[in-house]
């Protein structure tokens, strides 16, 4: 499956965004979906996931109660609505696609494509 990512931009602290990845092929609503995110320096980390069902979701600490993923088959997309921004939110962020569903749903190796990465930049 191939993924594109879009919806980034520049917010104020406070702001939301809501990121979309698009993705291609038949199959798509068999990859369970995750978002990750990078920030300049760091490494890759989880922010949110979702079963291929849409069933049962997982999150990061760091975005619990700010942050919501989603998905809609029909439209081959994955959301990841993201309220009340902090600065510390800054990053590129990317989607992810796996067939199946596991515990290491965290883990940047449990995914077997990704997409580019789009800027999110949260000013203080």
């Known amino acids: 499956v191939q993924l594109q990512a879009s919806g980034g931009g520049l917010v104020q602290a406070g702001g939301y965004l809501r990121l979309s990845c698009a993705a291609s092929?038949?199959?798509?609503?068999?990859?369970?979906m995750g978002w990750f995110r990078q920030a300049p320096g760091k490494e890759r980390e989880f922010v949110a996931a979702?079963?291929?069902?849409?069933?049962?979701?997982r999150y990061a600490d760091s975005v619990k109660g700010r942050f919501t993923i989603s998905r809609d088959n029909a439209k081959n997309t994955v959301y990841l609505q993201m309220n009340s921004l902090k600065p510390e939110d800054t990053a590129a962020y990317y989607c992810?696609?796996?067939?199946?569903?596991?515990?290491?749903?965290?883990?940047?190796?449990?995914?077997?494509?990704w997409g580019q990465g789009t800027e999110v930049t949260v000013s203080s």
């Open positions: 992810a696609a796996t067939l199946g569903w596991f515990a290491e749903m965290a883990r940047v190796w449990r995914y077997d494509s």
């Open positions: 979702i079963r291929w069902s849409g069933t049962t979701t």
């Open positions: 092929g038949r199959t798509y609503s068999s990859y369970s």
